[in-house]
């Protein structure tokens, strides 16, 4: 599992995050991998670090590159990526959505694919050469890949140097899995192909963005780029750019891609999907993502309205745009945003997104499990988006393609729930919206003491903390998701406004054999990422699953082990049991009969209310 390096302070206070965030989407950085085992990112508020020669001015990324990463099919040895004559296909690329000069919003950052046509330099080796970036941001995505001359090797890293205006700098650490081997569930894009001398090879190449910590508030002047990493090895940069902060929006509803699905195939339909608001707001917008996916998708029309009944809506749907557009193609593997629209949207209250897909589309990015029924029209039926009754929509749908959240304007920022089947809800009442996290929503808006946060649920049934379920490329019928590390970038650092995380995970796997200290290191690192970044960290005990098939004695001894460390470690800023609050005492390992759903993994409707009630809303700010 890959991790972000830490941040810490030397010569000065720590900087603390603040709830001001400016801007909205358009400009920044992602993370669709994580840092492995990285050092510290240290923060010298005394000025320019003074150990090496100062660094030479800073040009544009473009103006540095120095090496040919992409080559036409018929041109193969045009270009020489990785010292091998190895390069990437152009028109693969192009199959994906990735052509020169595309932007590409991923994570809610927006990087851009370089214009260099095939066989021209595309990227940067990595050498201490200083870029030319400026600006304010909350996060330094890198759009990058490794090599290494020969056969395909290990991630490849280094440490490099962010320089403010004020004349201080931060160091950080990027690491760049490599092209050939790295890990398929935390690529940006994956490729088909891999041209070489000799002719195209179907092999999978892949592309990674990888996220660091930036000083919060401050200017940025440019980034050094690491050194060289050593002979026969480069770590490669294409594309770097900071993340916008977002203190405009709050998130009102969110999901977890779980997997990507093969569907029908779908032509020239439309999807109604519900989905239920936390906080309310005067204007919308909502995000669409291609996870996971290998070729873009088209949107051709969307709108949003409250739900009346079923399909029907309450009013006049209204039309939503992107970019100024009726409709959007989003490339394999990035996002997109709506642009706000002038729609209030309720607290506490069904929202029905409808998505015209004009196409032919054979699979789509999912999350798998909604415990909710959404709606689909019928093959040919064309653009229905624009419907107030439910006439059009004659197929039911389980689970939320493409849609991943709606985010509403002003409020205080949102709360983002990490978890497994019992935080996606699998064993509440169906439609009756009385998942814990809705609950918890409910709880937030009826008092004072506390910002009445957004309430986000990234809960995907079946996900585990330590391994991957979904293998991270193509259809797949698991759709359970990878892991909660490789995710937590995208499903919490890169949420709208996101302030707090309440992680409740593992269950799933301490069943699969996963022993507690594999747990808690995983917790522990995810801890890390979210306090670098500014986030507060809870974490809730594993409810007990005894008379479930797989939960034998020694599960539970690990179960018992990881709540330990939760309930002693001192490293979570606030501590819920959910194991104390579900357990029957006279037997530890089971829930008690009134909160269990029936199969002795899953609490009902009474159970969800009980993790709600069980956490002090004064520790979540």
Not at 13 to 31: E, I
Not at 258 to 266: C, D, L, N, Q
Not at 410 to 431: F, K, M, Y
Not at 502 to 513: C, L, T, W, Y
Request: proline letters at 7%.
């Amino acid at each position: 599992m890959l991790r972000t390096p830490s941040l810490r302070t030397v010569g000065a206070r720590r900087h603390r995050r603040t709830t001001a965030l400016a801007g909205a989407v358009a400009a920044g950085a992602v993370c669709a991998v994580a840092l492995a085992n990285t050092p510290a990112l240290a923060v010298n508020t005394a000025g320019p670090a003074t150990n090496a020669a100062a660094p030479k001015e800073p040009l544009p990324l473009e103006r540095l590159f120095d090496n040919r990463a992409v080559s036409d099919d018929a041109r193969p040895a045009a270009a020489d990526f990785d010292g091998s004559g190895g390069s990437f296909s152009a028109q693969d690329l192009a199959a994906a959505g990735w052509t020169p000069g595309r932007a590409l919003d991923i994570d809610a950052s927006r990087l851009t694919w370089p214009r260099p046509a095939p066989g021209r330099p595309d990227n940067v080796r990595a050498a201490g050469q200083s870029v030319r970036l400026t600006g304010r941001g909350e996060a330094l995505t890198f759009l990058v890949a490794g090599s290494t001359k020969g056969a395909a090797g290990n991630a490849v890293g280094g440490k490099g140097t962010v320089r403010y205006r004020d004349g201080s700098s931060t160091t950080y650490t990027l690491t760049a899995p490599d092209w050939r081997r790295g890990p398929l569930t935390t690529k940006a894009v994956g490729l088909p192909h891999r041209n070489t001398r000799d002719g195209q090879r179907t092999e999978t190449t892949r592309l990674y963005t990888v996220t660091v910590p930036v000083a919060r508030g401050r200017e940025i002047g440019s980034v050094v780029l690491p050194k060289d990493p050593g002979a026969a090895v480069d770590l490669h940069v294409f594309s770097l750019a900071l993340r916008a902060p977002t203190k405009e929006w709050t998130g009102s509803w969110a999901a977890s891609t779980s997997g990507y699905a093969a569907v029908g195939p779908w032509t020239d339909r439309t999807l109604r999907l519900i989905v239920h608001s936390s906080a309310g707001g005067p204007h919308t917008r909502v995000r669409l993502e291609n996870t996971f996916a290998q070729r873009p998708v088209r949107i051709g029309h969307a709108t949003v309205a409250l739900q009346d009944k079923g399909a029907g809506a309450a009013g006049r749907p209204v039309p939503l745009t992107f970019g100024g557009r009726d409709g959007a193609d989003i490339p394999a593997g990035a996002q997109q945003f709506s642009d706000p629209v002038r729609f209030t949207v309720p607290p506490d209250a069904n929202l029905l997104v409808s998505i015209h897909l004009p196409g032919t589309v054979r699979a789509v990015p999912v999350h798998s499990y909604s415990s909710q029924v959404s709606y689909l029209s019928a093959d040919g039926v064309g653009d229905r988006t624009g419907d107030r009754g439910p006439g059009g929509f004659t197929e039911k749908l389980e689970g939320w393609p493409l849609l991943t959240g709606v985010d509403v304007s002003g409020g205080p920022g949102s709360l983002v729930t990490l978890g497994d089947s019992i935080t996606d809800g699998e064993a509440a009442t169906p439609g009756a919206n009385g998942r814990w996290p809705d609950l918890l929503a409910r709880r937030l808006r009826a008092q004072h003491a506390v910002p009445a946060l957004g309430v986000l649920n990234h809960g995907i049934s079946g996900n585990r903390v330590v391994s991957d379920r979904y293998p991270g490329d193509g259809t797949s019928s698991v759709k359970s998701g990878v892991s909660a590390g490789n995710r937590f970038e995208r499903d919490v650092l890169a949420q709208t406004s996101a302030r707090t995380v309440i992680v409740f995970e593992g269950v799933n796997d301490i069943r699969a054999g996963t022993k507690a200290d594999a747990v808690i290191a995983a917790l522990k690192s995810i801890a890390a990422r979210a306090h670098e970044r500014g986030l507060r960290v809870a974490a809730a005990t594993i409810a007990p699953c005894g008379g479930f098939h797989d939960c034998t004695p020694e599960a539970d001894a690990q179960r018992t082990a990881i709540n330990r460390h939760i309930r002693t470690a001192r490293i979570y800023d606030a501590v819920f049991d959910f194991d104390a609050a579900i357990r029957d005492p006279q037997h530890p390992e089971r829930m008690l009969p009134r909160f269990d759903a029936g199969d002795h993994l899953h609490p009902n409707d009474a159970g969800m209310k009980v993790f709600s009630d069980s956490v002090d809303l004064r520790k979540l700010v």
